[in-house]
């Protein structure tokens, strides 16, 4: 074999992605040309795909000395520090080969990409128009070029950009899913599912497009056909831990599904994705002496205008600095003034947004955590991957949503005597419940929000209930009784909000049970309303609620947010006791306000505490004027109490780890 074949073969395996092959024969032909910065090049870009990451760094730089004009040696080594997520010089290195050979596509593509995961969108956006100046039909940069003009806040020209490329190639699936996802992300949820289905015609076995799909038809109140989209996607992509995720999410909402399955789907992912890490569990050498100042590490993509960021902040706030030292695992991305706040008092601040899971456990590990709380569990980002490797002596969950993530390496969830009362067995017991004495959360009113307005019904005579809650957990069940009451309260109207089309059909339900169109009224959605999209409530959401009397909760998913949202305007709600513990959160919040007969044990008695509510105009005038100052006066709104219990919670479960055999220990 000549020294040409041997190249040729070696790029060959290199090519298909057997680089140990490849990086055998580049050191055959480096032994016999020891100073070709070719090859030097080449091993450095093997070592770099073998995760070999400084040693091809090094041999990268060397082959760039001996040829500082080399394209090929730039750009790979800014692909290399990228990976390393030294942004700032990768920069400069695509930077550098663009001046090298700027008509050289791949140059301006890379920069692009860099330039976003660098938090720098806007001129992500321009490298991306400059690698389509030179290459018009590259397709990942038509492709992520709209999703950073998203980035940038630039919606509308990434939809018209995404449109234009839809024109010139109609037969672009990707494309077609991006804008979907853009639509989505707005609500306009009849035109997203429309382009997922589209690019489902093209690409069929696309696990990406069913699984956004999923998403979508959830949003909409389509939960069968959302759980059967997510599970044609997890059985087209196994392995897709965050696939299997939306699904488990998305059970909870389906009032049908037994709890004895949802929680087998939580055994299945934990079965496929978690218990594989099982052989990464290591011995902790934390100190064990159980009365020392503890290292706390909190987990979450959410520290920022979303309803888990505000929800944490004031326990976060009103933490003891002395016996607890604050660890924040962020991949919050973009960052905002929220995410400031969090950073500002925290003593260790970790970006992770661009960390794998594996990177981010090494971390926590090398940061010697001793408590490390999951704030998601299987909603968007989650890093339950990094729990299965677990990192930490002791793990909890919290927060993401009432419940358990089914992790055999997560030990405890944060809960309250309401969500999992002592005495009776939760259908989602997956670890231990830790319970907090009065709720297992507390709530900062936000800020600028508006009085409680006088009762709507002493002005018009007629009660008007109101659901302003995600319409994913709006299912036929909850509407049918909602007719009931409505039937129960002659002239009695309700007032909802929607996110795609649904109106219609609506409309239809109420009419074949006699409920007249005139008596529903519905509302636009809001995408920043609290509890609804995850970021803080404006003053128009909250003054929605001087048009009602009394909400109404949705079941078997129960409102936290837009529960709190309502008893701080005085609106009384209603809810039904559900058998899992997120269908159980309102009734926590109702007992923590000495209102817990306002939380049915069934939906008959649903029906019948708003009825007698509703004929109750004294109660209801009361309600109306002291439920403020009731919230202001319970543990809901005691941030500082609250934050003792947790801190009492996490030295409680320190102990017992502090006093169990280290042979028993992972």
């Known amino acids: 074999m000549t020294q040409q074949q041997a190249l040729n073969l070696a790029m060959e395996h290199h090519q298909a992605g057997r680089f140990s092959d490849a990086e055998a024969i580049y050191r055959q032909l480096f032994a016999i040309f020891p100073h070709n910065a070719d090859l030097r090049h080449l091993l450095g870009v093997v ?7 400084e040693e091809g760094r090094m041999l990268i730089q060397q082959a760039i000395a001996q040829n500082p004009r080399a394209f090929e040696y730039r750009n790979n ?21 663009i001046k090298l050979e700027p008509g050289r596509v791949e140059g301006h593509y890379n920069l692009g990409i860099t330039l976003g995961k660098a938090g720098r969108p806007a001129d992500s956006v321009a490298a991306y128009q400059a690698a389509l100046r030179v290459g018009p039909h590259h397709a990942m940069a038509r492709l992520n070029l709209g999703t950073a003009l998203a980035t940038a806040d630039r919606m509308d020209e990434a939809i018209a950009h995404y449109r234009s490329v839809l024109r010139e190639e109609p037969a672009n699936a990707p494309v077609a899913v991006n804008l979907g996802s853009l639509l989505k992300d707005l609500a306009r949820l009849d035109e997203a599912i429309a382009l997922y289905r589209t690019g489902l015609s093209i690409a069929p076995n696309d696990p990406e497009a069913h699984s956004n799909l999923g998403v979508a038809l959830k949003d909409s109140g389509d939960i069968r056909a959302a759980l059967d989209s997510f599970r044609r996607a997890v059985e087209l992509a196994p392995h897709r831990a965050e696939i299997r995720s939306n699904l488990i999410y998305s059970c ?9 399955e949802i929680v087998e789907e939580h055994r299945r992912w934990n079965r496929a994705h978690a218990a594989p890490l099982r052989s990464e569990w ?4 934390n100190d064990r002496s159980p009365e020392r100042p503890l290292r706390i590490g909190y987990v979450s993509p959410d520290l920022r205008d979303h309803v888990v960021g505000h929800t944490l902040l004031p326990a976060y706030e009103a933490h003891d600095r002395g016996p607890f030292e604050l660890f924040c695992y962020s991949g919050a991305f973009p960052a905002d003034a929220v995410t400031a706040r969090f950073r500002s008092v925290s003593a260790h601040w970790r970006e992770t947004a661009n960390l794998s899971d ?6 926590i590990r090398e940061d010697r955590v001793d408590i490390l709380v999951d704030l998601s569990l299987h909603t968007a980002f989650n890093r339950l991957l990094t729990f299965a490797r677990k990192p930490a002596p002791v793990q909890v969950s919290w927060l993401g949503y009432p419940g358990g993530n089914g992790l055999e390496a997560m030990d405890y969830r944060i809960t309250d005597p ?9 259908a989602d017991g997956f670890e231990e419940p830790l319970r907090l004495p009065h709720a297992w959360c507390c709530y900062r009113p936000p800020a600028g929000s508006p009085e409680a307005s006088e009762l709507p019904c002493e002005r018009n005579r007629i009660v ?21 009451i409505l039937a129960s309260v002659p002239g009695s109207r309700l007032l909802m909000v929607l996110k795609g089309s649904q109106k219609e059909q609506i409309v239809r339900f109420f009419a074949e049970r006699g409920i007249g169109a005139d008596r529903v009224e519905f509302l636009a959605y809001y995408p920043a309303a609290a509890g609804v999209k995850g970021g803080t409530a404006p003053p128009a959401y909250l003054e929605r609620y001087h048009r009602i009397d009394i909400a109404l909760d949705p079941f078997p998913y129960n409102g936290m947010t837009t529960t709190f949202d309502a008893l701080w305007m005085g609106v009384p709600v209603i809810a039904l006791i559900g058998t899992m513990t997120l269908g159980r959160a309102s009734w926590s919040l109702l007992s923590n306000v000495g209102l817990p007969e306002l939380a049915a044990r069934s939906e008959q008695d649903y029906v019948r505490i708003a009825a007698e509510l509703a004929a109750d105009l004294p109660r209801l005038e009361g309600l109306r004027a002291t439920l403020r100052q009731r919230l202001q006066t319970s543990p809901l709104l005691d941030a500082t109490g609250f934050t003792r219990h947790l801190e009492a919670a996490w ?6 780890w502090c006093a169990a055999a280290p042979a028993a220990q992972p």
Do not use: C
């Open 77 to 97: 080594h800014g692909l290399l520090l990228t990976d390393l997520l030294r942004f700032d010089e990768a920069i400069v290195e695509f930077e550098n080969a």
């Open 464 to 484: 008007t209930f109101g659901s302003f809650n995600n319409f994913a957990k709006i299912n036929q069940r909850v509407l049918a009784v909602w007719a009931e």
């Open 651 to 656: 030295r409680t479960i320190w102990r017992r």
């Open 358 to 363: 594996a990177q981010v456990a090494a971390q």
């Open 282 to 285: 290591r011995p902790h050498p």
């Open 47 to 53: 070592a770099h795909h073998s995760g070999r990451m």
């Open 418 to 426: 309401y969500l999992d009362p002592p005495a009776q067995a939760v």
């Open 252 to 260: 909870y909402m389906d009032p049908d599904l037994p709890a004895i």
